[in-house]
C-alpha cells in the first residue's frame, strides 16, 4: 500500500538556522512526490515537485528536497530559516497508476524562533 | 485574479441543516477536488472529477453529494449536516487527472455545526 509518513509533528529552528523536514514514502510504483505549505487560515501552496526527473529538486522561497529511492525518503530542506517560514508542511504522494490521487502525510508544523 | 475560490469562507450552522459549498477555478483546469481537514490538520480526499465525470469517490456518508455543473466549477452539498461535519474544506484544481503538475487550493471554508 503506498503511504507518506512525516516524521516529525513538530519541528522548531531558529532564525537563520536549517531547516530540516522528514518525509519517507512508500509505493510499489514511481511515485510523484511533492511539499505543500500552508500558513495559518490559508490554503496549501505548491513548495516543489519531484517527478521523475532531477532527484534534487528547487522549489520557492529557498527551499529544496532531495528524492532518495534506495531510503525511499523525500526531506525537504532551506539553508536559512525565515521567520515567514513558520507554518504546516505537508509530503504528499501521488499514486501513479490505477486512480490517480494524493495521499498526504500528517503534516510538520514549523516554528521558527527569533 | 483568485485561481481556485471558495465560498463561504466560514459556514455556521446547526445540526440537522442542508448546506453547500461552491468552489470555481479559472485555470483552465481539468480535474477539481474535494478535500476535507479535521481538527488535527490532515487532509483526506473526498471527492474528484474530470471533465464533470466522477472519477474519485472515496467512503464518505451519502449526505454529501458533489455536483460539477461544468469542469471550472466543483460544488459540494451535505444534506443533516452532523457535529462530526466540522471541519475546513478545501477545494483544488490540477491540469490533468493524474496532477503531477501539482494542484492548485482554494483557501477552505471552515465549516462549524453547532
Known amino acids: 500500500a503506498q503511504s507518506v509518513t512525516q516524521l516529525d509533528s513538530h519541528v522548531s529552528v531558529s532564525e537563520g538556522t536549517p531547516v530540516l523536514l522528514r518525509c519517507n514514502y512508500s509505493?510499489?510504483?514511481?511515485?510523484?512526490l511533492f511539499w505543500y505549505v500552508q500558513h495559518p487560515n490559508k490554503g496549501l501552496q505548491l513548495l516543489l515537485k519531484y517527478t521523475s526527473a532531477a532527484t534534487l529538486v528547487k522549489g520557492i522561497n529557498g527551499f529544496e528536497a532531495e528524492f532518495k529511492k534506495s531510503e525511499t525518503s523525500f526531506h525537504l530542506t532551506k539553508p536559512s530559516a525565515h521567520m515567514s517560514d513558520a507554518a504546516e508542511y505537508f509530503c504528499v504522494v501521488s499514486l501513479s497508476s490505477g486512480t490517480y490521487k494524493y495521499i498526504f502525510g500528517t503534516g510538520t508544523r514549523l516554528k521558527v524562533l527569533a | 485574479d483568485t485561481a481556485v475560490s471558495q465560498t463561504p469562507k466560514y459556514l455556521v450552522t446547526q445540526m440537522g441543516n442542508d448546506k453547500s459549498i461552491k468552489c470555481e477555478q479559472n485555470?483552465?483546469?481539468?480535474?477539481m477536488y474535494w478535500y476535507k481537514q479535521d481538527s488535527k490538520k490532515f487532509l483526506k480526499i473526498m471527492f474528484s472529477?474530470?471533465?464533470?465525470?466522477?472519477?474519485i469517490n472515496e467512503t464518505v456518508p451519502n449526505r454529501f453529494s458533489p455536483k460539477s455543473p461544468d469542469k471550472a466549477h466543483l460544488n459540494l452539498h451535505i444534506n443533516s449536516l452532523e457535529l462530526g461535519d466540522s471541519a475546513v474544506y478545501f477545494c483544488?484544481?490540477?491540469?490533468?487527472?493524474?496532477?503531477?503538475?501539482?494542484?492548485?487550493f482554494g483557501s477552505g471554508t471552515r465549516l462549524t455545526v453547532v
Open positions: 509505493s510499489s510504483y514511481s511515485p510523484s
Open positions: 472529477y474530470n471533465n464533470k465525470e466522477l472519477i
Open positions: 485555470l483552465g483546469h481539468d480535474t
Open positions: 483544488a484544481s490540477s491540469q490533468t487527472g493524474t496532477g503531477v503538475y501539482g494542484y492548485t
